[in-house]
């Protein structure tokens, strides 16, 4: 069975254990499942609205026992990220949860005297937050920095646009380029592969451009989850540098 080619499974959220507030069938039992087997399961999201610890209440009230070290999202990864660099200061696009992780850092976020402007997603973004971006980064110097460049992601009622739509928004205001945190960059993945062996580590995830192309990145294979809404760009992987080890239709496809 393909479970038992890897010891370690590195697990995306939204869209592979839950598209919403409901939870994938089949997904619940395939994490038990892989922990009555050994196996370690890490949830490697690009979510960038919650703290890890929302994040780990939203798995427990899908019947998902977890802990805050289990979970490694783009919003943690990028307020460590700022703080390594020794921001002082940014402009957040993106809600409340993310601001207060960036806080929790030592890190101050307002509208003016920034060293950067952060982007995470928020589904109230309006043209005058997109306009206040443009200003600091045109004007002021600013540096721009994204939690992810996702276009999209699953929801209950369908596909909606993701964090990567704003970025893409400010980046051709200002002729800017964002460094992104998260996936598909290799800092994600590296961080919530540690002190696991990669020759036995897999990333679970339903969006090539994020999850594949980021687990290649890490030097780790990758599985296509097609079934829960991801499969809109699951047809064309001849536009990404990998083939996933196995495409299924949920995590109950791995047994």
Do not use: C
């Amino acid at each position: 069975m393909l479970v038992d080619q890897y010891d370690a499974f590195l697990v995306d959220m939204d869209g592979v254990v839950h598209v919403g507030d409901s939870p994938v069938p089949g997904a619940v039992d395939a994490i038990r499942d892989l922990r009555d087997r050994g196996k370690t399961v890490r949830f490697v999201t690009n979510n960038s609205r919650a703290s890890r610890e929302a994040l780990v209440e939203d798995l427990r009230g899908f019947g998902i026992e977890a802990n805050p070290d289990d979970v490694v999202s783009a919003a943690w990864a990028t307020a460590e990220y700022l703080a390594e660099r020794g921001v002082q200061a940014v402009s957040l696009v993106g809600g409340e949860g993310f601001a207060g992780m960036i806080r929790d850092h030592g890190i101050a976020v307002r509208d003016e005297g920034v060293d950067a402007v952060v982007v995470g997603h928020d589904d109230t973004v309006a043209y005058a937050d997109l306009k206040r971006a443009t200003q600091l980064i045109y004007e002021e110097g600013a540096d721009l920095v994204a939690a992810n460049a996702d276009g999209w992601y699953p929801t209950s009622d369908g596909i909606a646009p993701g964090t990567g739509a704003t970025v893409a928004a400010i980046e051709a205001a200002t002729g800017a380029e964002a460094t992104v945190v998260g996936k598909p960059e290799a800092r994600l993945f590296e961080i919530a592969m540690e002190g696991l062996p990669p020759e036995r580590t897999v990333m679970v995830g339903d969006n090539p451009q994020a999850d594949l192309v980021g687990a290649n990145a890490a030097g780790i294979d990758g599985i296509l989850v097609t079934g829960t809404g991801g499969d809109v760009d699951a047809g064309d992987l001849t536009s990404i540098d990998m083939t996933p080890v196995a495409v299924v239709e949920g995590l109950d496809g791995l047994f």
